[in-house]
């Protein structure tokens, strides 16, 4: 049976003026709001530093509840649904009282694990070299001092949150973050960054996080935080 919408609108009990404003009268043109991003390879592709399992719940079903509560949040100041996640969570202070800190959990989850995504490969580890790598180089004395002091925030990230290597004023730097509390909203632009929530690793590590974190520089993809770094030293 072919679907007549004048007749279903009709029969739900709606009338002309009901139609006149269904979703359906105009063709969609981009979805509202923000969508979860696809990963970037097989949510087995990172085994056996990151189990299959873990990448599946943590991206379709953790980094899916951020990106819907974040849209969910933004209902009630949908002028910011057209903004890059990273121009609101930057512009922080521009957000509706009621809903800032949504926004902050929200917004920052899906930013963070937007980035977690895109700075892993399975092809990963090894050292930057180039630009990135004579900047980390200048900045912490050696690679081993950066990978250090990076997994030592992670490590002793109290609860929930994540390590980050961040652009600072034209500086790297290394600073923990409680929660989904994005470097954006410090003025600082994140150039990598590693997920010590417990959803992260507990199945494959249970309360072994050192062991994740270890882990986890496997698969690192410098080439990606390399075009990090250079895109935010242009600002
Ligand atoms: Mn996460």
Redesign the pocket.
């Known amino acids: 049976m072919q679907f007549d919408r004048r007749q279903f609108v009709r029969q739900a009990g709606l009338g002309a003026a009901a139609l006149a404003y269904s979703p359906w009268a105009v063709p969609a043109a981009e979805p509202a709001g923000f969508t979860l991003p696809k990963l970037p390879y097989a949510p087995d592709a990172l085994e056996p530093y990151i189990d299959k399992l873990t990448m599946e719940i943590?991206h379709g079903k953790?980094h899916q509840a951020y990106v819907d509560n974040l849209n969910k949040a933004l209902a009630s100041q949908p002028e910011l649904l057209k903004q890059p996640i990273e121009t609101i969570l930057r512009n922080i202070d521009k957000v509706k009282p009621e809903i800032k800190q949504a926004v902050i959990n929200n917004g920052g989850g899906h930013a963070n694990?937007s980035l977690?995504w895109e700075v892993m490969t399975p092809k990963g580890g090894g050292e930057p070299s180039g630009p990135l790598g004579k900047a980390i180089t200048a900045e912490f004395g050696s690679f081993d001092k950066l990978q250090a002091a990076m997994s030592d925030a992670g490590v002793k990230q109290f609860g929930s949150g994540w390590s980050w290597l961040v652009l600072n004023q034209g500086k790297l730097q290394v600073l923990g973050a409680p929660n989904q509390d994005s470097p954006l909203m410090k003025g600082a632009t994140p150039i990598l960054g590693l997920?010590v929530?417990e959803?992260?690793y507990y199945l494959k590590y249970q309360n072994r996080r050192a062991d994740y974190v270890k882990a986890w520089w496997n698969v690192v993809n410098w080439q990606a935080v390399a075009d990090r770094y250079e895109k935010a030293l242009k600002g």
């Open positions: 943590h953790h694990h977690f997920d929530w959803h992260a």
